[in-house]
Each structure stands twice: as structure tokens, then as C-alpha cells.
């Protein structure tokens, strides 16, 4: 049995513990319901993306929300491509595979 030592009170314990016996300490963070397992998802929420683009996206304001400034302003100028290029962009959103400014997919609904 591997043990390592209480990160609060340095009692001795079973590596896979997630409470220490001793002091009631929490040594292993929860997973997160909305985290990816990963790491890889975007720290953006995709549930403001996804309203943002539903209200606002032929002005592509939902573009300049997850950093995308460039294809934003190309949106305002185009209405959102004609509100096609919105309306892509509201499904890739609501999928799961629209990615911020850093490659990073919109996994998260809430933050």
C-alpha cells in the first residue's frame, strides 16, 4: 500500500484518499461536473457564446467574445455572411466543436 503524508496535518495516509482520517482534510480536488478531463476545453462559457451568437451573431459579437477579433469584424461587415455564417457558427457552438482564439474547443455551459 503506497501512503503519502496529510498535506494539512502530515499524518501518514493511503495514497488514494481523498480525506485524511486524522484531520478531516480534503487531499484530492473533485472532479468538476463541467471540467474537461482532459484540460484542453476553453475557459470560455459556452452558454454565453451560444446566446450571443443566437441574439447578436450577425454582428459577430459572439467572434470577439472567445477572442476571434478579426473574423468578428469581418462578420459586422458582412452581417454575419449573410446570416449563414451565423447561423454555422450558432450549431458548431451548440455541438461542441467551435473553438476560441487558441484552438481550444467551447466545452463548458457555465463557468
Same mark, same amino acid.
Given at each position: ?7 494539512? =496535518?502530515?499524518?501518514?495516509? +493511503?495514497? #488514494?484518499?481523498?480525506? !485524511? /482520517?486524522? @484531520?478531516? !482534510?480534503?487531499?484530492?480536488?473533485? /472532479?468538476?461536473? +463541467?471540467? #474537461?478531463?482532459?484540460? +484542453?476545453?476553453? /475557459?470560455?462559457?459556452? $452558454?454565453?457564446? =451560444? $446566446?450571443? @451568437?443566437?441574439? $447578436?451573431? @450577425? *454582428?459577430? %459579437?459572439?467572434?470577439?467574445? %472567445?477572442?476571434? *477579433?478579426?473574423?468578428? *469584424? ?13 447561423? %454555422?457558427?450558432?450549431?458548431? *457552438? !451548440? @455541438? ?8 481550444? /474547443?467551447?466545452?463548458?455551459?457555465? +463557468?
Amino acid at each position: 500500500m503506497e501512503t503519502i503524508k496529510c498535506k494539512d =496535518c502530515g499524518e501518514e495516509i +493511503n495514497a #488514494n484518499a481523498e480525506i !485524511c /482520517p486524522k @484531520c478531516g !482534510c480534503r487531499q484530492k480536488a473533485l /472532479p468538476s461536473s +463541467n471540467a #474537461n478531463s482532459d484540460g +484542453n476545453a476553453s /475557459p470560455k462559457s459556452r $452558454l454565453a457564446a =451560444c $446566446l450571443l @451568437c443566437w441574439f $447578436l451573431g @450577425c *454582428i459577430g %459579437v459572439h467572434r470577439f467574445y %472567445v477572442g476571434k *477579433i478579426g473574423t468578428g *469584424i469581418a462578420q459586422i461587415f458582412t452581417l454575419g455572411g449573410f446570416g449563414i455564417w451565423a447561423l %454555422v457558427d450558432f450549431i458548431m *457552438i !451548440c @455541438c461542441g466543436s467551435f473553438k476560441d482564439k487558441e484552438g481550444k /474547443p467551447l466545452k463548458v455551459w457555465t +463557468n
